[in-house]
């Protein structure tokens, strides 16, 4: 195993926004005791890994307050799932020049959780096992992550948060590894993608997706992310240079699996199969899905603690919006919100 030590200090604004959705009775008891991101700054410990997936290596990152230190209590872990067309660190750490509060990893060591992301088969810093890393090639890459995370964070039992197609890989793995899975937060997820306009954009282009395990993602792909919804104001121009800049590195293509996947085999979650709670956001102008799809989901999963979050003026790209503390104020309710003590 190979490992390589970085530290970074960064200050994160407050996070306490509002949100125009009904977020579910968790919200108001959290809210009251403080709910803000801390000012002062704090040290930053990181640290990379490998899984082993068979004979791919699978590149995995780890943000917390402070090093791990022998006999503390571990944190409460948080595993950030990546989607389509960008690696780990680029969805979930990214540096914008002259920009605060980009990496969703620096915000979430803040509030006290260790914090880890990986690199799904062909993607970032990955190898590539040749395959087109669809859904089913996730949740594998998910298991392989247990054997890093289960003897370095202490715990047995860790959140998910996926966004896009990494909420689907997310809640797959739930399905298939419920004993692994705390509380799960599904970002700019899809069901079955009826009445999605980029669903159906991908629909069309089936037989281009299925000819080749990687598809074209060069510099106009990756800013098309976001305009493809409409409200290109809500995003700034800035952060997409920097992701143009960060992923252009790894080339100009990528796994073309779970575009496959969503174009043609939705759906690819059974709700009533994923047991732990979960929380759902669903930006009000996201192309990959509807309400009415997301609530069909919804209404159909087991466990009571669940929520369902609208954030306003958002749309698919939620954590690289400018509203992007509309989740992070969902997510850190959900995530630290009472355990309920009757029953």
Do not use: C
Not at 77 to 92: D, E, P, Q
Not at 104 to 127: I, Q
Request: hydrophobic residues 40%.
């Amino acid at each position: 195993m190979t490992d390589h030590l970085v530290a970074r200090r960064t200050v994160i604004k407050s996070a306490g926004l509002g949100i125009g959705a009904g977020l579910a009775s968790g919200i108001a008891s959290a809210h009251a005791q403080g709910f803000t991101a801390q000012a002062a700054p704090a040290e930053i410990w990181s640290h990379e890994y490998w899984a082993h997936k068979g004979e791919v290596k699978l590149a995995m990152f780890r943000k917390r307050i402070g090093q791990p230190a022998v006999g503390a209590e571990p944190l409460a872990v948080l595993v950030l799932v990546h989607g389509s067309s960008l690696s780990a660190r680029s969805s979930y750490d990214l540096t914008v020049p002259g920009k605060a509060d980009y990496s969703l990893m620096d915000v979430f060591a803040r509030y006290g959780f260790d914090v880890w992301t990986m690199d799904h088969d062909g993607y970032g810093n990955s190898g590539s096992s040749g395959n087109n890393s669809d859904i089913a090639s996730g949740v594998e890459d998910l298991k392989a992550a247990m054997a890093v995370l289960l003897p370095e964070t202490g715990r047995t039992k860790f959140h998910f948060f996926g966004e896009s197609s990494g909420a689907i890989r997310a809640a797959a793995f739930a399905q298939s590894m419920p004993e692994r899975v705390d509380r799960l937060v599904l970002a700019a997820f899809t069901y079955k993608g009826e009445g999605a306009a980029e669903i159906q954009r991908r629909r069309d282009r089936i037989a281009e997706l299925r000819a080749s395990p990687r598809r074209k993602r060069d510099a106009a792909m990756i800013r098309s992310i976001f305009t493809r919804d409409g409200h290109p104001g809500i995003y700034d121009p800035a952060m997409s240079e920097a992701l143009v800049d960060t992923e252009m590195k790894f080339g100009d293509t990528i796994p073309a699996g779970t575009y496959i996947d969503m174009a043609a085999n939705l759906p690819l979650v059974d709700p009533t199969k994923v047991m732990s709670p979960v929380l759902m956001t669903r930006g009000e102008w996201d192309g990959n899905s509807t309400d009415d799809d997301l609530l069909d989901f919804f209404r159909q999963l087991p466990n009571g603690d669940r929520q369902y979050v609208i954030l306003p003026n958002t749309a698919h790209s939620q954590g690289f919006s400018k509203n992007r503390p509309l989740l992070w104020y969902a997510m850190k309710n959900f995530l630290t919100e009472p355990v309920p003590l009757a029953t």
